[in-house]
């Protein structure tokens, strides 16, 4: 069990240019502790920002997750960066700013923040830009309405399938998709059904077709669309029971490392 006030002492794994790095927290306890266990590491706007949330564990969610790369980026770079996160134009946190959801400048270490319950995750990749999301696995009543939101392809895999397969693909596919508009830098901006990945539980190398530039749906498969997604490291980690996590970063053959700080291990990748 993660305790707080270890936050700071926890020793983290290494950023290099061949590995894709995953570092996860699972917020045991009293949030209200975590928040103090983050102050040493966040700023002022941060620190406003949070008091802005009404439940204490989504304070400590958000404050967890920004000194946790904090602290990563201390640790690479050799010294403390006590600003705030630039962003791009559709909100992604960088460091340094890498124009405009392009992979980050040579040697710098672009970065990916998502949390869900009680774990905080944030993924690290020297060699491209990065997007990590988790979830919280729960029942969804509506999921076949929601599967709309998806590829066509995809909508009618996940519709085809009986609880609680249905649930289990759903998240498998949502988490997959979220973690690639995270690393173009562009969220929901672009729409679900514009690309697509796999649904199978196949935890690596699920990515089927990139978005185009205009975010709307390529239907078939675009020309080049092998050589696209072969330039992508895409993998989902087993970060624990009732949650699906996912990671996918712009550039081919990472190792991923997934380590969990509360009792420094490796995550299955």
């Known amino acids: 069990m ?12 290494a950023v290099n240019d061949a590995t894709l790095t995953c570092v996860g927290v699972r917020l045991s306890g009293d949030a209200t502790a975590w928040i103090k266990a983050a102050m040493p590491f966040i700023t002022a706007r941060e620190r406003t920002h949070a008091g802005r949330f009404v439940h204490a564990l989504d304070a400590a969610r958000h404050l967890v997750g920004r000194a946790l790369v904090r602290r990563m980026l201390w640790a690479a770079q050799g010294g403390a960066w006590t600003t705030d996160f630039p962003r791009t134009p559709w909100g992604k946190p960088t460091c340094p700013p890498d124009g405009l959801g392009a992979p980050p400048a040579r040697n710098a270490i672009d970065f990916s923040i998502t949390h869900s319950g009680d774990m905080v995750w944030a993924a690290f990749c ?18 076949a309405e929601l599967a709309a939101q998806l590829h066509p392809q995809e909508c009618r895999l996940v519709r085809s399938l009986s609880d609680p397969e249905r649930t289990e693909a759903f998240y ?9 508009l995270k690393a173009l830098g562009r969220g929901l901006s672009l729409p679900l059904h514009g690309f697509q990945v796999r649904t199978e539980r196949d935890a690596q190398e699920w990515l089927v077709s990139l978005p185009n530039a205009a975010g709307h749906d390529q ?8 050589r696209e997604c072969a330039a992508w490291t895409t993998r989902d980690i087993a970060v624990g029971p009732g949650y699906q996590c ?3 970063a712009s550039a081919p ?17």
């Not at 020297?126 to 999921?143: H, L, S, Y």
């Not at 498998?172 to 690639?180: D, H, N, P, Q």
């Not at 053959?253 to 990748?269: D, I, K, Q, S, Y």
């Open 246 to 248: 996912s990671v996918a």
């Open 126 to 143: 020297q060699k491209g830009a990065v997007g990590m999301d988790v979830e919280q696995t729960r029942p969804i009543p509506d999921i």
């Open 2 to 13: 993660a305790d707080p006030r270890a936050f700071s002492a926890y020793p983290l794994p």
């Open 219 to 226: 239907g078939a498969r675009p020309a080049g669309w092998e």
């Open 253 to 269: 053959h990472l190792r991923v490392a997934a380590v969990l700080l509360e009792n420094v291990r490796e995550c299955g990748v």
């Open 172 to 180: 498998r596919c949502w988490t997959r998709k979220e973690a690639v």
